[in-house]
């Protein structure tokens, strides 16, 4: 494998940027915390030990942005967190404090919140023939033609005529500026559009100067006319025409006034305003509209999120340029790429910004699937680390459990235990509800060649959209990498692509098989032309979303059988991680990317690590967690308005409350609200059902107002609140140690029971953070964990672990072996052990609650030499008991002494 274009692991720009990597710190910013809040953190995080401030998004984004992937202008810094002033001072506190700087950027779209995007403004003034046409990916030659040329806007609350006659559409000027406004949406009137409207104002005035702008906006070039010189002819020509019209209403006052009136006796005539709307360059629409004809491509679903053509040179550039500016002068170390499965071709992006970003940690947000591993040809180092989350979770979740949670789930909830055609119904539902537009047009492709194809052209629109839903509901990843050029298909998409073809086809017997064998060629490149390598490539833009909005954004809320499983990028029916499977991984990951980053929360995980940990302990109990919910399930069955809520939320429900407890009772609502519109069964976001909202809502309020179930769910989560803890130390000492880069989630130091978001981005409480740090500072195991409930455990292992990262970087780089190390005796599956580098040692428990605390004759062989326990000061060697190495702390990290260590204490 071909690794020359990732950076050497101890090369670097200004102050060896690259060994100093040694851990992330993920902060959400937003108004409520800015550039100055995350500066004033910068010696807290220092003295916590991580080495880079990890941000979310942070160029200009929509107003009131609370995540900055809504970004309206890449040339400049978001604002509303302090602009460039404040990102200056920022990264100047970071460098006195000695971090590092890592960024997430969205090269896969930009928001379209009226003129705050000044680029997306350009094209609905100027329709396909604006400068930024290009940019943007939207198709201007639709099959339809009423949709030609123009962009659909689905924002309209009703009809688009009903919306006209109730005078909610208003034609507004302000200076030469004129505009289309409805509710608090506004919209550029086209420049050629204006010329009847100043030709009567014109004649009313007299005003020759009038007269003469009005005639001539009215021969700009055509907006359909897109060639370079007529574009920039029509740019230039506009330009002069304002100017003399801005003019013409400061000298003229009564030429002014005249349009204004003008545009009174438009707002007031329903066929003039629709006359003056049909000469747009942008269509307004029912909003339900966007389900089925819209023409751009979205990130997801998202009608506000238009996706970006990165894959020309010009627009990577003016989209980067800031960026890479930061890369270059040293005030970014990283980046982080969101959803590089967007984009039409991953590696060529990923080969131009390495080109840009040579010495440059990036990682990429690829959301592996089970089995999947990220393309080795591609220049960057590593993922985001949902795949280590799904590996170190699994862990603790105990596979002789999977039978018995089966059944309970299906006899609690009625629903199927087949998660595969959960999935695959989930994802047929999305592509019916909310991506019917985007499967459109790729009929709409596929017929085009059809057409071009004899032994083809009588397959009917219908039969081809069914056979490319049913291929796309069969994909078992994110999406295949099948380049434009070369022709070559890569050996494990082509695999994944006959796979997923021949489920279709067996799940489709009404369809004839010869359809899906072309499908399954010409995404396999085995059939060429400029429709077909088009077809491919929309294609797999396709397939990315359909999982996320399918599995991660439906089925995750629908199967709820164990939800710590259902995490991005995990597999529910796999239930549970070995051992040997895990350090498989480790392994392959120090061989191939040392420096991948290592994840346990993010903001956008279903739950948190903490919640994660504690609710796997029903794997290890079934029996016992049975016995309670059917319990639950009967004191709560008063609270039910009829058959509302369903089973199956009401069991997402108390693992919830298992998970998260203690949580007040709004938590629950909005959690609960958020879960069912995502599970889409009888609610959603586009199609809210009012009554069963309301008897969700009634029943959760209820049961947490009902004092016999509250007592009977403290009295259930008591025992498991310290096995939970111990699971959360375990999985924390591993991240912290396994080959690649851990990243840290703003709050997650200390205990944290986040949902999903927005939950996961309430305020963290920094004050709170320092004094506990503070309190480390000469102090025993024993009082630390006396001081349990206030997380100082957690804080512990992550400030020791990263003081030994810090004092001993090579033990954990690219060059730090890791070596699996395996306990003997009657408990030894309970535990997880490694060396890293010769130098440092990582051993955790697992499966805590089948343990039950007592280790029997369990034992772990050494490396040679003499070991300091870095959590408790005790040193040891040779074999130890697993009962005494963690008899004061429930975790260990050992690091070798060296013989000149003047620390070193004698061995137990």
């Not at 990102?87 to 930009?110: F, K, Y």
């Not at 069964?681 to 309020?701: C, I, K, Q, R």
Request: with cysteine.
């Amino acid at each position: 494998m071909d690794r020359s274009r990732r950076p050497d692991a101890t090369a670097g720009r200004p102050a060896n940027v690259q060994r100093q990597l040694r851990a992330t710190y993920r902060v959400q910013l937003h108004a409520g915390f800015d550039f100055a809040a995350a500066a004033s953190i910068a010696d807290y995080l220092a003295e916590l030990g991580v080495s880079h401030l990890y941000c979310s998004p942070y160029l200009q984004a929509a107003k009131g942005s609370t995540h900055g992937y809504d970004i309206v202008d890449p040339r400049a810094v978001n604002r509303e967190l302090g602009g460039a002033p404040g990102h200056a001072r920022l990264s100047e506190a970071l460098r006195e404090a000695g971090l590092g700087q890592v960024l997430d950027i969205v090269p896969n779209h930009m928001a379209i919140s009226g003129p705050d995007n000044p680029w997306w403004w350009d094209v609905l003034e100027n329709g396909p023939a604006s400068r930024y046409a290009s940019y943007f990916d939207v198709d201007w030659d639709p099959p339809e033609a009423r949709l030609r040329n123009v962009v659909l806007l689905p924002v309209l609350a009703d009809h688009y005529g009903r919306v006209l006659e109730r005078g909610d559409l208003r034609l507004a000027r302000e200076g030469v500026a004129f505009t289309i406004r409805y509710q608090n949406h506004v919209f550029p009137v086209s420049p050629q559009s204006l010329d009847m409207l100043l030709a009567t104002a014109a004649e009313r005035t007299g005003s020759e100067a009038l007269a003469f702008i009005a005639e001539a906006l009215g021969e700009l070039p055509s907006p359909t006319t897109t060639d370079q010189a007529s574009v920039e002819r029509r740019h230039r020509h506009k330009n002069i025409l304002y100017d003399s019209l801005a003019r013409l209403f400061a000298e003229h006052p009564d030429a002014a006034r005249a349009i204004d009136a003008v545009v009174a006796e438009v707002n007031a005539s329903v066929d003039l305003l629709d006359s003056l709307l049909e000469r747009q360059n942008f269509r307004l629409a029912h909003w339900r509209a966007a389900a089925r004809d819209l023409g751009y491509r979205r990130f997801f679903d998202i009608n506000g999120l238009v996706g970006l053509r990165v894959e020309h040179e010009h627009v990577f550039r003016d989209t980067h340029r800031l960026v890479l500016a930061w890369l270059t002068d040293g005030t970014l170390d990283g980046l982080r790429i969101d959803h590089p499965d967007g984009l039409r071709d991953p590696e060529a992006y990923l080969d131009r910004l390495r080109d840009a970003g040579p010495e440059a940690w990036i990682t990429v947000e690829k959301i592996l699937e089970p089995g999947e591993a990220l393309r080795d040809s591609w220049p960057v180092d590593g993922t985001t680390g949902y795949d280590f989350l799904n590996r170190v979770s699994g862990l603790f979740v105990d596979p002789e459990g999977e039978k018995a949670l089966t059944e309970l789930d299906a006899e609690l909830t009625g629903e199927s235990t087949d998660w595969a055609e959960v999935a695959r119904a989930k994802k047929h539902q999305v592509m019916r509800e909310t991506m019917g537009s985007d499967l459109n047009r790729l009929t709409a492709l596929f017929l085009a060649i059809c057409e071009r194809r004899r032994r083809y052209r009588d397959y009917t629109r219908h039969e081809l959209h069914e056979a490319l839903r049913d291929t796309l509901a069969s994909f078992a990843v994110y999406r295949t990498y099948v380049r434009p050029e070369p022709a070559a298909v890569d050996e494990d998409d082509a695999r994944r692509i006959v796979e997923a073809t021949e489920t279709a086809r067996a799940h489709r017997p009404d369809l004839d098989g010869e359809l899906f064998e072309f499908l399954r060629d010409l995404l396999r490149r085995r059939l060429l032309g400029d429709l077909e390598t088009e077809l491919t490539m929309r294609f797999q833009q396709l397939s990315g979303p359909v999982m996320a909005k399918g599995v991660e954004d439906t089925a995750f809320y629908s199967f709820n059988r164990l939800v710590s499983l259902n995490e991005v990028g995990g597999d529910p029916s796999r239930f549970g991680v070995g051992v040997e499977e895990f350090h498989q991984a480790c392994d392959e990951a120090q061989e191939l990317w040392p420096r991948t980053m290592l994840a346990t929360s993010t903001h956008d995980t279903k739950r948190s690590e903490d919640v994660r940990a504690r609710l796997a302990l029903l794997s290890e109990m079934p029996e016992r967690w049975g016995e309670v919910v059917r319990r639950w399930a009967a004191l709560n069955a008063r609270h039910h308005r009829g058959e509302w809520p369903d089973r199956n939320a009401e069991y997402l429900f108390y693992q919830t409350l298992v998970g998260a407890w203690p949580i007040d009772t709004d938590r629950m609502v909005a959690y609960m609200t958020k879960a069912s519109h995502e599970a889409k069964a009888h609610t959603s976001w586009t199609n809210p059902n009012d009554a069963y909202d309301a008897a969700l809502g009634a029943f959760v309020e209820a049961a947490m107002a009902d004092l016999t179930f509250t007592v009977d769910v403290e009295a259930f989560v008591a025992p498991l609140i310290a096995a939970g803890r111990v699971n959360s130390l375990a999985q924390t000492l591993l991240k912290l140690t396994a080959p690649g880069v851990p990243d840290i989630y703003q709050g997650t130091e200390l205990w944290d029971l986040s949902l999903v978001d927005p939950d996961n981005r309430r305020p963290v409480d920094y004050a709170l953070r320092r004094r506990l740090l503070a309190a480390l500072d000469r102090t025993t195991p024993e009082a630390i964990m006396a001081r349990s409930d206030e997380g100082l455990p957690k804080l512990w292992v992550i400030r020791q672990t990263l003081q030994l990262r810090r004092q001993r970087p090579a033990l954990f780089g690219a060059d730090g072996r890791y070596r699996p190390l395996t306990a003997m005796g009657a408990r030894s599956d309970h535990v997880v052990a490694f060396a890293r580098g010769e130098g440092a040692i990582a051993v955790a428990p697992r499966l805590v609650m089948r343990l039950e605390d007592n280790w029997m004759n369990t034992t772990l062989e050494l490396p040679p030499g003499r070991w300091r326990n870095e959590l408790t000061g005790d040193v040891v060697q040779d074999v130890v008991r697993i009962a005494d190495l963690l008899a004061r702390f429930p975790v260990a990290l050992l690091s070798r002494i060296e013989s000149s260590d003047p620390t070193a204490e004698r061995a137990d």
